[in-house]
């Protein structure tokens, strides 16, 4: 998340994990993008890595564009829907996009050298 320089979190909303992924497949995948993120910001003498708010946007933006269209997505009174602090609907927070797509865009991240994140 955009604002929280070196947060990594596993089994986050808006991961294929947050609730629609087998355990132990989804958090071995995000457990070594994590640690593989870590080893190129120490290797280049780095301290922080965070996501800019744009690659956020990004995200977010092909988050919903996948998983809306899902019955999920169109369930607006399941647990998989974040409420705002008013009650109203919010995003849905498990990822529909599939493990795959999933992957290829962490691989794609890393493969560009965190293109689009903000290193320091």
């Not at 602090?85 to 498990?94: H, I, Q, T, V, W």
Request: charged share 20%.
């Amino acid at each position: 998340m955009h604002g929280f320089p070196n947060m990594f979190m596993t089994m986050a909303p808006f991961a294929p994990a947050a609730a629609i992924c087998n355990v132990p497949v989804c958090v071995d995948q995000q457990c070594n993008w994590i640690a593989d993120t870590i080893g190129f910001v120490r290797a280049r003498g780095l301290k922080s890595i965070q996501p800019s708010a744009a690659i956020e946007d990004e995200w977010m933006a092909h988050h919903e564009a996948v998983s809306e269209p899902t019955l999920l997505g169109q369930n607006r009174q399941s647990w998989y829907r974040r409420k705002g602090p008013d009650g109203s609907d919010r995003e849905l927070l498990a990822y529909m996009g599939g493990i795959p797509r999933y992957r290829e865009y962490c691989d794609r991240y890393s493969a560009s050298g965190y293109a689009g994140f903000d290193l320091a």
